[in-house]
């Protein structure tokens, strides 16, 4: 951890060695010259840094947010997310470090899950969803499960890494993860699925295959799954947002550069 002034960065013991060997420091975050920005939309911008670990290559994934309200709970709820999932035996991306700027700016560092694959992509490219069905259920069962919501729960934020019948899944982006308010715990529930739901139907994935997933999540999930009907209204309601935000920010989705050499 190191501090200059109200500058902050605080780095997991593992990274500290390459932390030092490339030089990154809390403002070296924002003014690096390998670091990469390959998205920028008002609310942060999403970074790669390729670098050396143990000799090997790794890729670190930096989200920058910039000054203003809330910057610096931003990357606050990234790491308690990330500490969340990984106390409730939720796998997810490894943290590397975190920090702010005196200026308000703050920053998250990851690594990346090297070997696996976004869920959307894999099937994209010809994974069958029914490979998917149960460990995905389960795997949002379990996170409901432990009072746990993710509020952007869509198919593009869980990654998985398979090899003949072995599949490994993490889920990602847990900025936005919280404990689910018992008052309102069926709302954000009916949230979560329907943000899977909208995001597999993109796919071509076809209502029996959502319906067979639908029972899985519910036999794992038992009283707090909620009725079909809740989650196909959500998921009206998100496909008209969708097409708002993405009119008005046309860059939002698009893809991560590939690392060299793959």
């Known amino acids: 951890m190191s501090e200059t002034g109200r500058d902050h960065f605080q780095v997991n013991p593992r990274y500290q060695p390459i932390m030092r060997e490339i030089g990154l420091d809390a403002k070296g975050v924002f003014a690096h010259p390998d670091i990469k920005v390959w998205r920028s939309i008002p609310e942060r911008e999403n970074c790669t ?120 899944l993490r889920l990602i982006d847990a900025a936005r993860v919280r404990r689910l308010p018992w008052l309102f715990r069926q ?35 038992g009283k707090i799954a909620p009725p079909l009907g809740a989650i196909e209204a959500k998921v009206s309601w998100i496909a008209r947002h969708d097409r708002k935000l993405n009119r008005a920010q046309p860059n939002r989705n698009i893809s991560i550069p590939a690392p060299p050499g793959v």
């Open 49 to 168: 840094l390729d670098a050396k670990l143990d000799g090997r290559e790794i890729r670190l994934h930096i989200k920058r947010y910039p000054a203003g309200r809330g910057s610096k709970d931003a990357a606050r709820r990234e790491v308690s997310g990330i500490g969340l999932l990984g106390a409730n035996g939720i796998a997810t991306v490894p943290l590397v470090g975190w920090g702010n700027l005196a200026d308000g700016r703050s920053f998250v560092i990851t690594e990346d899950l090297k070997g696996f694959q976004a869920a959307d992509k894999a099937i994209a490219s010809g994974l069958p969803f029914d490979r998917l069905i149960e460990s995905t259920a389960d795997l949002v069962a379990k996170l409901h499960g432990s009072g746990l919501h993710h509020r952007d729960l869509y198919l593009c934020h869980f990654f998985l890494k398979h090899a003949g019948d072995d599949l490994e």
């Open 187 to 221: 709302r954000w529930i009916v949230k979560d699925l329907a943000q899977f739901w909208y995001s597999a139907r993109q796919l071509g994935i076809v209502e029996d295959q959502l319906i067979r997933w639908l029972g899985r999540y519910t036999d794992k999930a």
